[in-house]
């Protein structure tokens, strides 16, 4: 007690002992090393402050032959601090950063280009052509720089090298070197420790009092002194508690550093941490990790995807279902179930719609079975070509062989290997054993029960781990964005769930930590972040950072543009300042509505500048732009009809008199319109769908090729199916493009193009391309009416771009959509080309192109009236020969006069309802009652 009634918290002599013991004794020289690597930086080769020579058993000579070696082989290396040190080599990147750096004038210039190469003072001084004082004082500066160290050292002779340090930012080497101080040299206060460090006073008080507020530190009067005390928060628990008690930092240090390992396969992870929820959980975890590997471990059946862990699914190896079935499953099939399970069985796996469809059953009975055998694991989810969670499930039935053993004691055994040290409610919350169960299985298990923290908190670890735990150091700032279901989130869960709810985020974690979540959303070909929220906004561009390895795992799966729709509470519009700056910096661009990264096209441009390129590439701007129809045809792949090709082609042939001479056919081609074309494009659609035919339809195509070209009469004679089954199977292979219909109307039989159905769908597609310029996925599935799955799409749209035949970008202002674009026009989409006045009939491409467009103006199907991008007038009208009645239209006295135009150049006559035909001058007045005449 002092005079004051101040107390303090141990006794001197307890608490010196205690780091002397931590400090150790040298026996050998391996021990030398470790004890200049825990408690450095130390004197070495001079008996003063705070040397290496208390701490040896051995003579100093044998100290310092040791020492020598040490520094010869590179294991130890000298520091400036206010004198010479020596730390292990690994931390001299820390206590280089104390000092400030200075740039070497002339004569430490030239003395760092002779010190490339190790030499003595002697050397140096001869080389130099300096006296000794003045090599002396040299070799001081450069040393106080740490530029230069000492590399070798006998009988007192000192050998030198320039050396280059990678640095760390010097708060953080502030941190470092005061926890290593403490942890060895402990209870100091403030100003000894700025003494000890040769650091400023204040910058050392600051970093005592955060890391104080951290949790690291515990400050307070230790011992006997004037001023407060700073240790380790784990060494104040085991002085206090008088035995092994571990402070929650250390335990949470280990804990990351298992959780956060890395693994060398796909299996070791899996098997490491029995369970996955994400791939991206494994992917993040596994060294060089390919999804070719994973797609042929799930493929095979290596890897199962089911309801194995408490009802909720996850990943397991094969291997391991067993031991999951066996702990968790509670229920056999009934009779239903059983009928379901053939019936899955029977179709080697089926969606929940087509099994109902197949079993004819009412859905919700269906639904209800496969709920049941789904907990109970009697069924896993099918790989289909990626793991994508928006996507319907397809099962098929599992059946697990016996498991040898006890699953739960396994299942336990994983949980404290993975996820330990871990307390007993952890392991109830995990596993959903009983304490009774657990504490059984303890019993058996060899693990140690440690005491944590104030509260003394058991904890479960493996005993082979004791060690490792008590030797853990304090680990890096660690940044990550993770999935709800990784396992370095499990222990977060209820504040990730207090903070989002039900919001579908990814945790940001600091040291394991919830510090903010991101939203992401897989949509439109690209990954929409639709909301980063953050504790402080200046940790953005640490959280910019830790998101690169989600950005890179999603860009592997096809989705390599990321936009950001808000950041910190703000739209993306009103970022400014220090987030705007860290989100340049982390390379996303500024767009309108959004931030933007993996773009290859950086502009953006309005809409009528997109629908002007794409008028322009469909030869209607800024004249026609072919000189004849089978030009035409050659380049757009087909016309379906005469007012497309007369709107296109300078000279105006009538289509079905093309097909008449015998240059074109008539065909159902991609997308499914009847289209006049030529044989190599109608080769090339057959091939791109890629139809498998009936057994009817191929009889026919064997009557053809045996027969040739006939007429329909011709056709149903021949056969031997039948009308009916004749009928059907013409449509069929018309469908296909197998078929179309060449002069005299006769059945012609297409030929493949040679292509396979992959390389005939490239082909298309960048037909579609240079006809239109640029589309959004979702529009180009729509436009080829849905003809190829939108993830063989998008997969085909990757190839084109990584080819360097696509483009991707946010093209449209205003639009969140992914627009692709043929690449050689990039620059060029916005150049200005000169409009004209034309119709876009209904039955025409582009009018299937501008679909959303026109039901806006029409209503429903229609034509549309424009001078360039530009909508003047539309209408809708039914065509029967040279008759065209038209129904409603919109528009001025500028559309009357186009649509005029545009009938007097197709050769057609306007009929009213009821009447007859109506002569060519009489239709200005009839336009002008349709719409009302203008003043």
């Known amino acids: 007690m002092l005079g004051d009634g ?294 095979s059946g290596k890897v199962l995807s089911g309801r194995f862990m408490r009802g909720k699914v996850r990943y397991v190896m094969a291997c391991d279902a067993p031991m999951y079935v066996k702990a968790y499953r509670n229920l056999s099939p009934n009779a239903q179930d059983r009928l379901v399970l053939q019936n899955l069985n029977d179709l080697e796996g089926a969606s929940m719609r087509q099994l109902t469809a197949d079993m004819g059953e009412v859905k919700e009975v269906v639904k209800d079975s496969l709920d049941r055998l789904d907990r109970n694991m009697y069924l896993v989810r099918k790989y289909d070509e990626g793991e994508d969670w928006s996507r319907e499930n397809y099962y098929e039935t599992y059946e697990a062989p016996e498991f040898n053993g006890d699953p739960k004691e396994e299942i336990v055994r994983r949980f404290i290997k993975a996820y330990g040290p871990v307390p007993l409610f952890a392991i109830r919350m995990y596993t959903d054993f009983s304490a009774y169960e657990i504490e059984d299985i303890l019993s058996r298990l060899e693990v140690e029960r440690i005491t944590v923290g104030e509260t003394a908190s058991d904890m479960f670890i493996m005993s082979d781990e004791l060690p490792a735990l008590s030797i853990q150091a304090p680990r890096e700032e660690e940044w990550a964005v993770v999935s709800l279901y990784d396992p370095s989130a499990q222990s977060q869960w209820a504040e990730t769930n207090a903070r989002f709810g039900d919001s579908w985020v990814f945790p940001i974690l600091r040291q394991g930590r919830v510090v903010g979540g991101v939203e992401k959303w897989d949509m439109g070909g690209c990954m929409e972040l639709r909301a980063i929220d953050l504790d402080q906004e200046e940790d953005l561009p640490r959280v910019l950072e830790a998101l690169k390895p989600l950005l890179d795992f999603q860009s592997a799966q096809g989705y390599d543009l990321v936009r950001v729709k808000e950041v910190l509470g703000v739209a993306a519009d009103e970022v400014t300042g220090e987030a705007a700056e860290a989100l340049k910096v982390a390379g996303y661009l500024r767009l309108e509505g959004m931030w933007a990264k993996g773009a290859t096209v950086k502009e953006q441009y309005s809409a009528e ?58 065909v159902i081609g991609l997308p499914e319109h009847m289209m006049y074309t030529n044989m190599k494009w109608a080769s090339l659609y057959r091939s791109a769908k890629g139809r498998k035919l009936s057994a009817d339809a191929q009889a026919m195509v064997r009557m053809l090729e045996h027969e040739g070209p006939m007429s329909r009469r011709a056709f149903f004679d021949l056969s031997t199916l039948g009308p009916a089954r004749t009928q059907d199977a013409l449509r069929e292979l018309s469908k296909a493009t197998v078929i179309g219909y060449g002069r005299s109307n006769r059945i012609t039989l297409i030929p493949l193009s040679g292509e396979g159905v992959r390389e005939a769908r490239l082909q298309v597609i960048k037909l579609l391309f240079r006809n239109f310029g640029v589309f959004t996925a979702e529009n180009l599935s729509r436009y080829i009416r849905f003809e190829i799955s939108m993830r063989e799409l998008r997969s085909l749209l990757a190839e084109l771009t990584d080819e360097g035949f696509l483009a991707k970008g946010f093209l449209e202002k205003g639009d969140d959509a992914v627009h692709w674009v043929l690449r050689k026009d990039v620059g060029n989409i916005g150049r200005q080309v000169k409009d004209r006045d034309l119709v876009i009939y209904q039955f025409d491409n582009m009018a299937h192109y501008l679909y959303d467009l026109i039901r806006e103006k029409c209503g429903s199907m229609g034509s549309l009236v424009m001078r360039g991008p530009t909508v003047i007038g539309c209408f809708r009208s039914r065509h029967s020969g040279k008759d065209l009645s038209i129904i409603d239209m919109q528009g001025e006295r500028e559309a009357k006069k186009v649509l005029k135009d545009f009938i007097s150049t197709m050769g057609w006559t306007i009929r009213e309802k009821r009447t007859k035909a109506i002569p060519d001058w009489e239709i200005q007045e009839f336009l002008g009652k349709v719409m009302g005449q203008e003043e």
């Not at 004082?137 to 720089?145: A, G, M, P």
């Not at 732009?625 to 105006?652: S, T």
Request: proline residues 4%; hydrophobic residues 35%; glycine residues 6%.
């Open 609 to 666: 500048q997109l629908l002007r390129y794409a008028m322009h590439r469909q030869g209607l701007l800024p004249r026609e732009a072919y000189p004849n129809i089978l030009d035409g045809v050659k380049h757009c792949g087909g016309f379906r009809g005469d007012p497309a090709a007369f709107q296109r082609c300078r000279v105006k042939v009538p289509l079905k008199r093309m097909v008449e001479q015998g240059f074109l056919y008539l």
């Open 6 to 299: 101040q107390s303090f918290q141990f006794e001197e002599a307890t608490v010196s002992s205690y780091f002397r013991g931590k400090r150790g004794i040298v026996e050998e020289k391996a021990s030398l090393l470790s004890l200049i690597s825990r408690a450095g930086p130390l004197h070495i080769f001079k008996e003063k402050g705070r040397s290496v020579y208390p701490y040896c058993r051995p003579s100093r000579e044998q100290v310092d032959q040791w020492a020598s070696e040490l520094l010869t082989e590179g294991k130890i290396a000298s520091v400036h601090l206010d004198d010479v040190y020596y730390v292990a080599t690994e931390h001299l990147p820390i206590y280089a950063s104390l000092s400030e750096s200075k740039k070497p004038n002339a004569d430490e210039t030239r003395a760092l280009e002779y010190l490339r190469d190790p030499r003595t003072a002697a050397e140096l001084e001869k080389l130099m052509g300096l006296d000794r004082e003045g090599t002396g004082i040299l070799l001081r500066s450069l040393e106080s720089s740490n530029i230069v160290g000492r590399v070798d050292q006998t009988r007192g002779r000192f050998v030198y090298q320039a050396r280059a340090i990678m640095t760390i930012p010097r708060q953080k080497a502030i941190d470092k070197a005061l926890q290593r101080h403490l942890g060895y040299w402990a209870p100091v206060n403030a100003d000894e420790a700025a003494f000890a460090l040769h650091l400023p006073e204040a910058e050392v008080r600051t970093a005592l009092s955060q890391m104080t507020e951290e949790g690291l530190l515990e400050e307070g009067r230790f011992i006997v002194g004037e001023h407060e005390q700073y240790m380790l928060k784990r060494d104040h628990l085991r002085l206090k508690h008088g035995k092994e008690v571990y402070d929650h930092l250390t335990v949470d240090a280990y804990q990351r550093s298992k959780l956060e390992r890395k693994f060398g396969s796909i299996e070791e992870c899996l098997r490491n941490y029995g369970e996955m929820g994400m791939l991206f959980d494994v992917a993040r975890r596994v060294e060089d990790f390919r999804l070719e590997d994973w797609k042929e471990m799930r493929e």
